[in-house]
């Protein structure tokens, strides 16, 4: 007999896919958040905005790493410490939820070994300090402040290794990390976004598994824009980096 009572549809399944976000980092290392202090973010709604944005993204905590270089951004910790504050205190009381503080990107030359080391650093996590080089060759003296660096208790991260192009020896950075300096991908390198080569060092770095951290390096709001594609739009990638063991979650 035929029924006016339709059978009722099973409901669908929940889907258990979904898009990979960045959670599996938690916690960003680098970035140029503190406003008007470097190349990075010139005013506190643009940090604002880019920490909100990489908050929907799935990071839950900020150590953002203001240029200290010599005289091209003549910065020291009461400075970047001063010019944090703002950021800071408006995090603490709008989004409590985020955790947020300040250390530096140290560019590794006489100038710091001179005049930067000896006044102390900011370190964070476990005493780690992150530091750059030249993208144009090593300082003669590379090996001495590096020394100098741990001398003084401090563990050096070497940021975004796979962008000294000059350097094409993987065995030198493998040396470096059993020397204990750590290194840290950019994002954006293994994105592609500063070229192929870069791109390509970046490929060998993680294979051969010398990375210990990410981190966006974001300045501008051209670095998050390419960064904010990568859950939909390199989903291969994502879920590839996230079973990489990156130990950001540990800082
Ligand atoms: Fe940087």
Request: net charge negative; glycine share 6%.
């Amino acid at each position: 007999m035929f029924s006016f009572f339709k059978k009722k549809k099973p409901p669908l399944p929940i889907p258990t896919y979904r898009v990979p976000d960045f959670s599996f980092l938690g916690a960003d290392m680098h970035s140029h958040l503190v406003p008007a202090i470097d190349d990075g973010s010139q005013s506190l709604e643009d940090s604002l905005r880019f920490i909100e944005a990489l908050y929907s993204l799935g990071y839950r905590k900020f150590i953002t790493t203001p240029h200290i270089h010599g005289e091209i951004y003549d910065n020291d910790t009461i400075k970047v410490q001063n010019l944090f504050k703002p950021l800071k205190e408006h995090l603490a009381l709008h989004h409590p939820d985020m955790s947020i503080q300040v250390s530096a990107e140290y560019f590794l030359d006489t100038y710091f070994l001179s005049q930067v080391l000896p006044k102390g650093l900011m370190p964070f996590g476990n005493n780690n300090v992150l530091v750059e080089v030249s993208m144009a060759g090593w300082n003669r003296q590379f090996h001495e402040i590096l020394f100098a660096i741990q001398a003084n208790g401090y563990h050096p991260i070497l940021a975004h290794p796979e962008r000294y192009i000059y350097e094409t020896k993987l065995d030198v950075f493998e040396q470096l990390k059993e020397r204990g300096v750590l290194m840290q991908m950019n994002l954006l390198s293994i994105l592609g976004y500063y070229g192929k080569s870069i791109k390509i060092n970046a490929e060998k770095m993680l294979a051969r598994g010398l990375y210990d951290y990410c981190g966006t390096d974001l300045h501008h709001e051209r670095h998050l824009s390419h960064i904010q594609t990568m859950p939909q739009e390199h989903q291969e990638l994502m879920w590839q980096l996230s079973e990489y063991g990156f130990k950001n979650k540990e800082l």
